[in-house]
């Protein structure tokens, strides 16, 4: 009897790399491939170099690609999760991409689509920090904020599939621009993108900071996760101040999502929850216990950082797969 096809590629789309990786019926890592996509390439180009770099991974774990149980992709924008397409993704640049349909006819095996956010907190939920949780909703902290629900243990997609979208939260009225285009949103006051904008602004203003000098010394042009981290680590006057009130807008979101969802658990995930880890989410939990309506009963509403690091997006677009296809 032929054995059952158990390992799968999972991939992790980003607006500048993919990400994949092999795993078997455990959901062990068996092998990993990143690959950096090219800014302003076409969709067909982009979807070819997936297609290779799904090869890439199940040779490395010794398979070939249609020995393949199926391949699971997370994808950043709004998705059509049924038809497989993504409707829009503005840092990709596409528009209406049937991205799941074009993968499968490259690889001959089934291949399931979701949000890049939603395919995250599926990770964490299965197997990172949410793990064994009914009720819990994952907020990743990066260029954006983006954020995901899982109630009764499954993903909550909403009506229109766009349920947890908590960065475009507005917590400052006429606070500053948001990449949605209104202002005052979670994500333009708290993303790293906001915070390297305010650090930006205060050297600007004439502020002293280590920020240029470690920027330098680590040859980035960006305030990267790891510039933050580091910049903390010298108690950077500047930093600290910036990272406090992204902190502090935080907690008011985790409380405004608590007091409306009533999760048992809220996993906060990204590169820099992931560098920074408790000391990242501490004072989140700090704040949001102060605005929770619930006092009584916060403290067994759980804060914690992401475990699953880079991983969690590729991981979860494969238990997702799992789920979908019954396997
Ligand atoms: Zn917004």
């Not at 993919?18 to 067909?44: F, I, Y």
Request: glycine share 14%; proline share 3%.
């Amino acid at each position: 009897m032929a054995r059952k096809k158990e390992i799968m590629v999972g991939i992790d789309l980003g607006g500048t790399s993919v990400k994949a990786l092999a795993v078997n019926r455990k959901n062990s890592v068996l092998a990993t491939e990143k690959k950096k996509t090219e800014a302003g390439s076409n969709a067909k180009g982009v979807i070819q170099e997936i297609a290779s770099l799904v090869e890439k991974t199940a040779k490395a774990a010794g398979m070939k690609v249609k020995a393949l149980a199926a391949v699971g992709i997370g994808a950043p924008g709004a998705i059509d999760v049924r038809r497989g397409v993504v409707v829009e993704a503005p840092n990709l640049g596409w528009k209406n991409v049937p991205l799941g349909g074009e993968l499968k006819k490259y690889l001959g095996v089934p291949v399931v689509l979701d949000n890049d956010v939603n395919v995250g907190v599926i990770g964490e939920h299965a197997l990172g920090a949410g793990e064994r949780v009914d009720g819990l909703v994952g907020i990743f902290v990066g260029t954006g904020i983006g954020g995901g629900i899982i109630s009764k243990g499954e993903i909550y997609e909403g009506s229109n599939g766009w349920a947890g979208e908590v960065g475009h939260t507005v917590i400052l009225m006429d606070g500053p621009a948001c990449s949605c285009g209104r202002r005052g949103c979670a994500e333009a006051l708290a993303s790293r993108t906001a915070m390297e904008r305010d650090v930006r602004d205060a050297i600007k203003s004439g502020r002293k900071s280590a920020i240029p000098r470690i920027m330098k010394e680590r040859g980035k042009d960006r305030i990267t996760s790891s510039v933050i981290q580091a910049a903390l680590a010298e108690k950077d006057p500047v930093m600290m101040e910036v990272m406090e009130r992204a902190q502090y807008c935080l907690g008011i979101l985790v409380a405004n999502v608590v007091n409306t969802l009533d999760p048992e658990r809220v996993v906060i995930g990204g590169g820099i929850a992931e560098r920074l880890g408790k000391d990242f989410t501490n004072p989140i939990r700090r704040t949001a216990y102060e605005y929770f309506l619930h006092p009584q009963t916060a403290k067994r509403t759980q804060i914690v950082p992401g475990s699953l690091g880079d991983n969690a997006g590729a991981l979860g677009a494969v238990v997702l797969a799992r789920q979908r296809l019954g396997l």
